[in-house]
């Protein structure tokens, strides 16, 4: 079986090695911090509903996602290729598999994120600019399925400038990355001081812990958006955890991303798993202390009609923005603004940490004579210009539409099958290719990736059984498996693609 490439081999794509160690960890942590941070603890409050287990479930998310991202590191090391994931399932297991992975991460994964982030972005732009608006009464204009609003235009133009910017080169993109995820991390990290050491409440510290591991569920009742709440059962708890960990697993996805812009990375066979570990690790602490931070300025518990962010708790925080109202909690009205301008901070970065290395897994696919060929080519800058562009339009259109928040929900099934694939192609190539070059190997293999496919699994199983998830679930297995009939279709009108083993 043929060695890696060399770093000259993998040059001579026209590729540029020019994202060092911090440039990847950047990458991963960017991508990773969006706005799921600051709002999705509300929903796994109101699932969970205790502090214990809030906190419990934001662990295992950062636990699940570290062993992903050790395991990651053995592929991403042995095949430093641009395209990354969509790279390791094809080796693993076969073209089809690579390509089913390319059609979902085009058709909602990426493309989905973007249009979802570059739409929380233009609402927060409407808080500090209140002409921009959505929503009954603002509409601009209504064609089809397209409702054009203010923030329309907002996210889409992020979108446009975003993509530009990324057509003028590697560096353009990276210095973008680098400025944001720091700025964003220090926002993050400003964010958990001032609720641990400025707004800390005693009688708010004292109440979430006085019930610390009782769980309840609290679900919605009737029209005048009261909610009941249930005692869970050990057997129910474990099956609301799995569902309650779709917004923290949400939140903390794209830390793959890096492993798309492998062609590009200095010394791949070092710098991407190391990227891996840091990146993951540094994010999963900052948003288990950003819950604890909570946790000592909200209290848990809350009333939906609360007057004012103490009154509604975490649990029934206004537009479940838990993130602005401690901010409020701590700063008064001023805070909502502080926060508004942190979300915007932390979108941005990661819209472009998503549109830099979506684009690379269309250009490897177009390169294997699985996507339109065109997108298998490189401008003078050296990067994909075309997959860009298409990229760009697709997100553009999604977010006019409105449905990417729906089409978003169709895939947390589909990401997670994904993952569970390829660390199972873990164990395929090392019995496949056990003499494969190796620079860096699984952190505890076999038990420890083993931990977590089982793990997964269960997630995946709950949800597509799940009330609350399956209607969800199964349309995004949809999605997927329309891939098939598409795939042979394509190889039927496409020239057997020539695809070298990278390893």
């Known amino acids: 079986m043929p060695e890696a490439a060399t770093a ?30 600051f709002i999705v603890s509300a929903d796994i409050a109101r699932q969970v509903g205790s502090a214990g287990w809030l906190l419990a479930v934001w662990v295992i998310t950062g636990v699940l996602t570290l062993i992903a991202a050790l395991s990651y590191g053995e592929l991403a090391a042995m095949m430093p290729r641009a395209g990354g994931q969509y790279v390791y399932l094809r080796e693993a297991y076969n073209p089809l598999f690579g390509f089913l992975y390319g059609w979902t991460l085009f058709l909602v994964i990426q493309t989905g994120t973007v249009a979802a982030v570059a739409a929380a972005f233009a609402r927060f732009f409407g808080v500090l600019v209140p002409g921009v608006a959505e929503g009954r009464g603002h509409e601009l204009l209504q064609f089809g399925p397209f409702t054009i609003y203010p923030t329309t235009f907002v996210a889409i133009g992020v979108i446009l400038l975003l993509t530009w910017s990324n057509t003028t080169g590697l560096r353009t993109g990276k210095i973008v990355q680098n400025v944001f995820t720091v700025a964003k991390t220090l926002a993050l990290v400003g964010l958990i001081v001032l609720c641990l050491f400025v707004g800390t409440n005693s009688d708010v510290i004292r109440a979430n812990l006085s019930d610390f591991w009782k769980a309840t569920f609290a679900a919605p009742a009737g029209r005048a958006g009261g909610y009941t709440t249930t005692a869970l059962t050990s057997t129910g708890l474990l099956l609301v955890i799995g569902t309650a960990m779709v917004g923290s697993l949400f939140s903390s996805d794209a830390w793959n991303n890096v492993t798309f812009t492998a062609g590009e990375v200095k010394n791949p066979k070092r710098n991407l798993p190391l990227s891996l570990a840091l990146g993951v690790g540094l994010v999963s602490l900052l948003y288990l202390f950003a819950n604890i931070g909570y946790l000592a300025v909200l209290p848990l518990d809350g009333s939906p009609t609360g007057a004012n962010a103490l009154e509604r708790g975490i649990k029934f925080a206004q537009n479940d923005r838990v993130g602005t109202a401690a901010a409020e909690a701590i700063l008064g009205v001023k805070g909502a603004v502080i926060m508004a301008v942190f979300i915007m901070v932390s979108t941005f970065g990661c819209i472009n940490g998503l549109i830099l290395s979506g684009a690379r897994v269309y250009y ?7 996507f339109f060929q065109n997108m298998g080519t490189l401008n003078n800058q050296a990067v994909p210009r075309n997959a860009l562009v298409v990229q760009c339009i697709w997100a553009c259109l999604l977010t006019a539409s409105g449905s990417y928040g729906q089409l978003l929900d169709y895939v947390i099934f589909a990401v997670l099958i994904f993952y569970i694939l390829t660390i199972i192609g873990l164990f395929i190539l090392r019995r496949k290719r056990p003499d494969a070059e190796r620079p860096y190997k699984a952190f505890g293999y076999p038990v420890i990736p083993a931990i977590y496919i089982i793990a997964a699994s269960f997630i995946a199983l709950n949800l597509l059984i799940s009330a609350k998830t399956r209607a969800q679930t199964w349309p995004g297995l949809l999605i997927v498996l329309m891939g098939i009939p598409v795939y042979f279709w394509w190889r039927r009108k496409q020239p057997p693609p020539t695809i070298s083993s990278p390893g």
Do not use: C, K, N
Not at 8 to 37: H, K, Y
């Open 8 to 37: 000259p081999e993998r040059q001579q794509t026209g590729l540029v090695q020019g994202l060092g160690l911090f440039d990847s960890t950047m990458l991963v942590a960017g991508s990773m911090i969006g706005s799921g941070i």
């Open 364 to 370: 490897a696919m177009a390169r294997d004579g699985l």
